[in-house]
């Protein structure tokens, strides 16, 4: 079971916005960054979100990311069929000294 | 462009260590403003950070894992390594190298090597 909570699995159709939230609590999301990143099966974990909100240079303004308390999301509008992947959030847990993970969710672009 | 990516056995025997390498190319080791972490992803569970070593040779382990665990940094290979000993099945999983800025982010990742823990 992942530290951070995450659904684990969103769909849209093309052209529409989802977005997909990471819960943790106090001591990891609540006082840390939070980053996102997106994963196919086989291939490097890509970052797509640091520091609950930056987007790094060559990730289309598409995605964003938000936090509020210990809940973090991420959105990505104008969905399109090359977004299908996993999405999952990290952070810093302060109590545990460790970084923690959501499970993971599997975009469905319809 | 910072490349990274992990090599060592496929296949490690229970009890035995689990030995891994990963490869930095288009960066350095030895740059004081990254820490150079493994995670692993057993299959149908979620993400476990394992721990991260700095280009001193200073390490973070996830304590959970600690008494098991040896990092290091080969700057004259510009590699850093993982062993993880008494392995069991429980350790089968993709075992990915990531560089890590400061406790934000990890950025980039290597691809994922699979090591499986079996007789």
């Known amino acids: 079971q992942s530290a951070l909570t995450q659904p684990p699995s969103v769909s849209a159709a093309p052209g529409q916005k989802v977005t997909i939230s990471c819960s943790g609590s106090s001591s990891n999301i609540g006082n840390n960054y939070v980053s996102w990143y997106q994963h196919l099966p086989g291939t490097a974990p890509k970052l797509l979100i640091s520091e609950n909100n930056k987007r790094p240079s060559g990730i289309p303004d598409r995605f964003s990311g938000s936090k509020s308390g210990t809940l973090a999301t991420l959105g990505i509008t104008g969905l399109q069929t090359g977004d299908e992947a996993d999405y999952f959030c990290?952070?810093?847990?302060?109590?545990?000294?460790?970084?923690?993970f959501g499970g993971g969710t599997k975009l469905t672009v319809l | 462009q910072v490349q990274l990516q992990e090599s060592g056995p496929g296949l490690v025997k229970p009890s035995q260590t689990l030995s891994l390498t990963c490869t930095v190319s288009g960066g350095s080791v030895s740059s004081g403003i990254y820490y150079w972490s493994w995670i692993r992803k057993p299959a149908g569970k979620g993400l476990e950070w394992i721990g991260r070593v700095y280009a001193s040779g200073t390490t973070n382990y996830n304590p959970s894992l600690k008494s098991r665990l040896t990092m290091s940094v080969d700057t004259t290979k510009n590699q850093f390594s993982l062993k993880l000993s008494s392995v069991t099945a429980a350790d089968t999983a993709v075992y990915y190298c990531?560089?890590?800025?400061?406790?934000?982010?990890?950025?980039?990742w290597g691809q994922g090597t699979l090591v499986t823990v079996s007789s």
């Open positions: 990531a560089r890590e800025y400061y406790d934000f982010v990890f950025d980039p």
């Open positions: 990290a952070t810093r847990d302060s109590s545990l000294s460790a970084w923690v």
